[in-house]
Every structure is written in C-alpha cells, then in structure tokens.
C-alpha cells in the first residue's frame, strides 16, 4: 500500500518513522498530451506533471509532508507561512493532520477563494496582511527569528528536499530524464527542487543525462526576467503573483547550469493555454500551472525551438483551486426550458 512519498523515497528523505506526517502525496500522474502534440505539430513526446492531483491540490504538499514532518520531530507546536493560496491550504491541512497550529499570511484580496477556503476549513488561522506576498514572507521571516514557531515557506529547506521527489517520479515513469522540462515560476522554489532531483538522480547513475530547465513567469510578474523587484506584481495567474522570489539565486543557477531560460508570458498567453489543456486535453489546471504550457507554446509559434524532443510541462495545481477564474472565461450556460421541443430549439437540433 502506498505512504507517501518519504516512505517511497526514505534514503532522500531521512527522518524518525513516528515523526511523519502524510496524507499519502505524491505519485502523482505523468499524462501524454497527445491531442496537445497535434494541435501544436509537433512531433516530439509532450508530457504534462499533473501536481493537481495531490491530496490538497497542488505541488505543495510534497514539500509540506517533509517540512511539517522535520517540524514535528523537533517538537514544534506551530507552523507559519506567507502564501499566495496554496501554501497556506497545504501547511493547513498538514498541521490538522499533525494536530498542530497553523498560522498563514495572505495578501489582502489576493487570492483565490478555493484556496482560502482550504485553509479555513483545515482550521488554520488566516491573517490578511494590507500588503503583497514579499511584505508577508518579511513578516513571516521575523515571526520565525523571534518567536517560537516553525517557517514553512521555502525558505525552510526541507521543503524543497520534499519537492524534488517529482524529478524522481518523472524519470522512473520515462525511463529517463525528459530533454526539456518546462516549468512555472513564482518564488522559485520548485525550479530549484527540480533541478536538485534530477542532479541526484544522475550523480547515482540512475539516468544518463539531465533535462534544459525551462522556466517561465508572468509579464507582470517576472522579476527574474528584468533582473530587478518588481514591487507590486500582476497577473492572472496569482500561484505566481511575486516580485521578490525567495529562491531568486537558486533559480537563476539551475537555469545557467542546465543550459536554459527563465522566459515571461502574457496573461493572454497563460490563459489560453489554460483554456486548451481543458479543451484539448481534459486536464483542468489552475491558471498558474498553465504558465508552463504557455511557455513551450510561444517558443513553438516563434520558431525557437526544436522539434522531436521529450518535454516535460509541470502543472503545478488544481483548476478547482480557482473557479472564478474558470467561469470568467469560459462560455456562458446554454437556457432552456424544460422540454423537449425547447431543448432542440436550444441545440439546435
């Protein structure tokens, strides 16, 4: 029966068996996108990283279980954490399950109501802070010197040791790494652990090569793309919704070292990636994770890049995570009433 990821990958993830917290994260699916690789002609292999189907519904909680985990093992009786949503519905429901407080910081009117409701329903308490998400780590980062209660954001470094488990899973699905893995970036820390994992799993020989790290932020939020704060981000896509990521240096080094780029899209571009995926592919995403699609799509369409290669898309989250979003661009309801005759006058039939 299957644990969760630090039993599945216990030499990576050292820990004391009676300190694990998991509600069984990971393994999660690995879905050609076929339907994706005609509309765009493409005749490589694309594969989309659905970190959706985590149990709170996003990548999140691979690192969570890990840091909530170390947390308890040093006899924490709280955790915080700043968050733009699905930090704060992750460290919440891993708290309740280690029967710890939780305490998040969002940024007022800034995120998505699933998200907020997770948190709530998992019975953290929530502060909205007048402020953006860089303005609510800081305060997080002093709470944590100066109190006795445990950072979970990630900064905390076992949350990213938790995260890389997704390289792992990818290359025991392939067989391989892929040759590019296209990736959203917000504060950074997932391009980080992913590249972390897939170095380890080469160091070990347990493949033979590693993948192009390809990173993309929003237009209105890519600080690593400017090389500069953006001081009051936006975008769509509020997953990634930052001007001041926290692992800024680490992103920027697992770029160079892999031969890659950290790229921006515009919301336009997110969007209608996030849209076909649902179209095409059955596959609903939060806007965010479609970053990662948006990405590969622009180079395609700009010719900068090449065909015939195995490309990994990380989705980072659940579309339910954020309805709204869905509903405001979707088409509206079809009416009718409720009879046959108007029915087929409705559908045209």
Known sequence: MYQGLIHRYRDFLPIDDKSIITLHEGATPLLRAKNLEDELKYDGEIYLKYEGMNPTGSFKDRGM?????KAVEEGAKAIICASTGNTSASAAAYAAKAKIQCVVLIPHGNIALGKLSQAMMHGATVVEIKGNFDEALELVRVMGTTHPIHIVNSINPFRLQGQKTAAFEICEDLGRAPDYHFIPVGNAGNITAYWMGYNEYFNLKKVSSKPVMMGFQASGA???VSGKVVKNPETIATAIRIGNPASWKQAIAA??????????????????????????????????????????????????????????????GHGLKDPDTAIKNSVKPLRSKATIKDLEKVLKL
Not at 65 to 69: I, N, R
Not at 274 to 286: R, T
């Open 255 to 316: 770029r160079d070292a892999s031969g890659g780029i950290i790229d921006k899209v515009t919301d336009r571009e997110i969007v209608n990636a996030y849209k076909l995926l649902g179209k095409i592919e059955g596959v609903f995403c939060e806007p965010a994770s479609a970053t990662s699609v948006a990405g590969f799509i622009k180079l395609i369409k700009e010719k900068r890049f090449e065909q015939g290669k195995t490309i990994v898309c990380t989705l980072t």
């Open 222 to 224: 890519a600080p690593l």
């Open 65 to 69: 279980t890990y840091a909530v985990s």
